[in-house]
């Protein structure tokens, strides 16, 4: 079965400090693809990175920068300096071979990121 | 500006009244998608087309319908049949020859009472 899970439900953190957002993902795939999403107060889904899964490179954009390890099966997402803009429900998700998978994007619960100044 | 565009922001109904949610995309995107959300919860797929008049269910399609006669349209009616209909509903559309990911509308508030 495929799945996506965000073992942190909310996280806390000062401005400045650097936060990691854990994403584990199950998928009998060998072709997929990880996304993640960030959603303000304002609700929109915002979309920050797509990861196909035959490219382990790390990626780094700006403040942002993501882990994908196959081998453990994660996609860690880390914000450096965090800012109070920061603050939003940040959502991993995971889309198979769109040939198998039916088109369906499989998201994790959340995770709320709430950066205090 | 290319974009999706949902309509109304907040919806209100009273219970058994049938409502349909507006969804258009002037991006030329194939599919498009339906998505539910409720506090606390990830999404959950309710419909997605990847054609015009081509449709397939979700993982939630009981009590919801949708219609699919135009390439740029995607609308979503929440039928009294749906058990709970208040919730957040996200529209969200995708280039498949890209493969890129999905883009999504502002959302619609429903509430029901």
């Known amino acids: 079965a495929q799945k996506v899970t965000q073992a942190q439900t909310e996280i806390s953190v000062v401005e400045k400090e650097d936060v990691t957002l854990d994403c584990v993902y199950e998928?009998?795939?060998?072709?997929?693809?990880l996304f993640w999403y960030k959603q303000p107060p304002s609700g929109e889904l915002v979309f920050l990175i797509r990861?196909?899964?035959?490219?382990?490179q790390n990626e780094i954009s700006g403040r942002y920068s993501w882990n994908f390890q196959k081998s453990t099966s994660s996609f860690n997402f880390t914000i450096t300096a965090s800012q109070v803009v920061d603050s939003a429900v940040y959502f991993c998700?995971?889309?198979?071979?769109?040939?198998?998978?039916?088109?369906?994007?499989?998201f994790g619960k959340g995770t709320k990121l709430s950066v205090k100044p | 500006d290319g974009g999706i565009t949902q309509s109304p922001k907040y919806l209100f109904r009273k219970e058994g009244q049938n409502v349909t949610l507006s969804c258009e995309q002037n991006?030329?995107?194939?599919?498009m998608y339906w998505y539910r959300q409720d506090p606390g919860q990830g999404l959950r797929l309710i419909y997605y087309?990847?054609?015009?008049?081509?449709?397939q269910k979700g993982d939630i399609a009981e009590g919801y319908s949708v219609s699919r006669e135009k390439k740029e349209s995607f609308p979503l009616t929440v039928t009294s049949a749906q058990k709970n209909p208040t919730a957040f509903y996200l529209c969200?559309?995708?280039?498949?020859?890209?493969?890129?990911?999905?883009?999504f509308g502002p959302g619609t508030r429903l509430t029901v009472t």
């Open positions: 998700a995971l889309y198979m071979n769109y040939g198998g998978s039916q088109g369906n994007l499989i």
């Open positions: 998928t009998r795939d060998t072709t997929y693809y």
């Open positions: 990861r196909n899964s035959f490219d382990e």
């Open positions: 991006l030329n995107h194939d599919a």
């Open positions: 087309s990847q054609i015009v008049n081509d449709f």
């Open positions: 969200a559309s995708q280039n498949l020859k890209g493969q890129a990911g999905l883009y």
